[in-house]
């Protein structure tokens, strides 16, 4: 139990971020037990969460029923609380939470595997009535149910085979009716390690759960539209399929969705991993389900991707390659023409990555061309697409375009200078007061890189007097922005002719 109190003092003590001590066992050690006594003492009564660790471990040594015990006592109150969680005390909450699963998986986990495998499901089970409590936007609380629920398949593998084959009935008790999703995070998580007979065991109560339930069903839908677990149910027998190893279950399983429901990608990529390549194939190519954003034409890289190993696996290589550069042209997708030129012979594929940027520099969206220039990465070409299309850039992508100019500004610094300029512009024009801080470092960037950006200007673009000219005449108003920007940003370009920018890791 030493050193268990050891390892938790030193995780929960605060140090200096400059120059961390390294702590280790041994030299905690070194403190004597008196010292370290008084130090988890100190951090207890701080900490609630660490005090009940320090409690656990200290129950550990009347056996895993004591743990169990005080466990019990924390899980029952939980599983009674009603009242609301304000937003100031969420995340303690979450700690809590946390300390809670920490003390089940480490002290009562090495201790008694089945004990601690029914406490994590006992708390699972209370995630929903949790979730009514507590706005959990920041997703810290759902954080810890499925490190619960991670923890439950770290600790499956040391059951004894009679309590691992009871753990489908536990799971169903606890879980069953649940709406949440969790039913199938934890059948995953425990699948792979249960016996075989207790997996087939499992299939065959299920599959008869779900034919009772529709038979109820068929009444309730009279009365109107009602929640239905029967397609988690089912979920959950193709999750216990895959982890038998009956692909044709699987199969059958996915066949009684509509088609637009099917996860024909996922099916076809067990075939290919089965070897079953033809029938691989038909699946690949069957419309299914999508993902957000996916377009009818069948080039989404994933499934061309897919497709194309399914080819190749087919010995159709020409074929493969033909689908790889069909999608590359509709797509610009760097890991499709990563995939193309992995097959292509020495010396051809240099050749073909010539022919690819030059298309996307001539022929594709300008934005999208940009996307994938940065994905491969190719800050040079990056650059020179910008400079070509120096007004097409849209200052109100303010969550990439800093980014991008950063990447950009010490070799490249008139393309910089053009997002930067549209970044600048779109909050001046938007009057958008917030990120008037933003314009000022935006117009200070500008000021640097004028040195070097004036000289190879392009396209009828002004120089940097000019811009600062216009900006004054355009926004005189806007105070709030003047008042942050410093005198050097107003000073005449020429004082920062020769002034070579000092980079620094922050200044993107």
């Known amino acids: 139990m030493a050193e268990a109190l050891i390892g938790a003092t030193a995780s929960n003590r605060d140090l200096p971020m400059a120059r961390k001590p390294v702590l280790t066992t041994d030299k905690l050690k070194d403190l004597g037990t008196d010292k370290l006594a008084q130090l988890v003492l100190d951090e207890a009564e701080r900490n609630a969460g660490f005090r009940r660790q320090v409690k656990a471990a200290l129950a550990g040594k009347s056996g895993p029923e004591a743990i169990a015990k005080l466990i019990d006592r924390r899980l029952s109150g939980l599983a009674r609380a009603k009242s609301f969680?304000?937003?100031?005390?969420?995340?303690?909450?979450?700690?809590?939470?946390?300390?809670?699963?920490?003390?089940?998986?480490?002290?009562?986990?090495?201790?008694?595997?089945?004990?601690?495998?029914?406490?994590?499901?006992?708390?699972?089970?209370?995630?929903?009535?949790?979730?009514?409590?507590?706005?959990?936007?920041?997703?810290?609380?759902?954080?810890?149910?499925?490190?619960?629920?991670?923890?439950?398949?770290?600790?499956?593998?040391?059951?004894?085979?009679?309590?691992?084959?009871?753990?489908?009935?536990?799971?169903?008790?606890?879980?069953?009716?649940?709406?949440?999703?969790?039913?199938?995070?934890?059948?995953?998580?425990?699948?792979?390690?249960?016996?075989?007979?207790?997996?087939?065991?499992?299939?065959?109560?299920?599959?008869?759960?779900?034919?009772?339930?529709?038979?109820?069903?068929?009444?309730?839908?009279?009365?109107?539209?009602?929640?239905?677990?029967?397609?988690?149910?089912?979920?959950?027998?193709?999750?216990?399929?895959?982890?038998?190893?009956?692909?044709?279950?699987?199969?059958?399983?996915?066949?009684?969705?509509?088609?637009?429901?099917?996860?024909?990608?996922?099916?076809?990529?067990?075939?290919?991993?089965?070897?079953?390549?033809?029938?691989?194939?038909?699946?690949?190519?069957?419309?299914?389900?999508?993902?957000?954003?996916?377009?009818?034409?069948?080039?989404?890289?994933?499934?061309?991707?897919?497709?194309?190993?399914?080819?190749?696996?087919?010995?159709?290589?020409?074929?493969?390659?033909?689908?790889?550069?069909?999608?590359?042209?509709?797509?610009?997708?760097?890991?499709?023409?990563?995939?193309y030129l992995k097959q292509l012979p020495d010396f051809e594929d240099i050749e073909a990555e010539d022919r690819a940027h030059a298309f996307a520099l001539e022929k594709a969206e300008p934005e999208v061309a940009l996307q994938f220039f940065l994905d491969w990465p190719q800050l040079d070409l990056a650059a020179k697409l910008i400079t070509t299309h120096p007004h097409r850039w849209d200052g109100g992508d303010w969550h990439i375009l800093p980014k991008i100019a950063g990447l950009l500004e010490h070799d490249h610094p008139l393309a910089a200078t053009i997002l930067y300029r549209a970044l600048l512009d779109s909050i001046l024009d938007r009057a958008r007061s917030k990120a008037y801080g933003h314009g000022a470092k935006y117009l200070g960037k500008l000021g640097l890189l004028a040195g070097e950006a004036d000289p190879i200007r392009t396209g009828g673009m002004v120089d940097h007097a000019a811009y600062l000219a216009k900006l004054k005449k355009t926004h005189p108003r806007k105070s709030g922005f003047w008042a942050r920007v410093g005198d050097e940003e107003l000073k005449a370009p020429q004082a920062n002719v020769a002034r070579r920018p000092v980079w620094t890791k922050d200044d993107g």
């Open 85 to 339: 969680i304000e937003w100031d005390k969420a995340r303690a909450f979450a700690d809590d939470l946390r300390s809670l699963t920490d003390t089940i998986t480490s002290e009562l986990g090495p201790a008694a595997p089945a004990l601690a495998i029914d406490r994590l499901l006992r708390f699972i089970a209370t995630h929903e009535q949790v979730f009514e409590r507590v706005d959990d936007s920041s997703g810290r609380v759902q954080d810890v149910y499925y490190q619960a629920i991670h923890a439950t398949g770290d600790i499956a593998p040391s059951l004894p085979v009679p309590e691992a084959d009871t753990l489908p009935e536990k799971i169903m008790t606890a879980l069953g009716e649940s709406t949440h999703g969790y039913l199938a995070e934890v059948t995953a998580a425990v699948a792979p390690h249960l016996p075989q007979d207790s997996l087939s065991r499992w299939d065959s109560d299920l599959k008869d759960a779900i034919s009772e339930r529709q038979a109820e069903e068929a009444v309730r839908k009279l009365d109107g539209w009602f929640y239905s677990m029967t397609s988690q149910w089912a979920g959950i027998r193709q999750i216990l399929a895959s982890a038998r190893g009956d692909l044709d279950l699987l199969i059958a399983l996915e066949l009684k969705k509509k088609p637009h429901m099917q996860d024909t990608l996922a099916i076809a990529a067990q075939l290919l991993e089965a070897g079953r390549s033809a029938e691989a194939l038909e699946w690949v190519r069957k419309p299914g389900r999508r993902t957000f954003g996916e377009a009818d034409d069948g080039l989404s890289p994933e499934r061309v991707s897919l497709e194309a190993h399914i080819l190749d696996a087919t010995g159709d290589r020409s074929a493969a390659q033909a689908l790889r550069w069909r999608c590359f042209e509709a797509r610009l997708s760097a890991e499709i023409l990563r995939e």
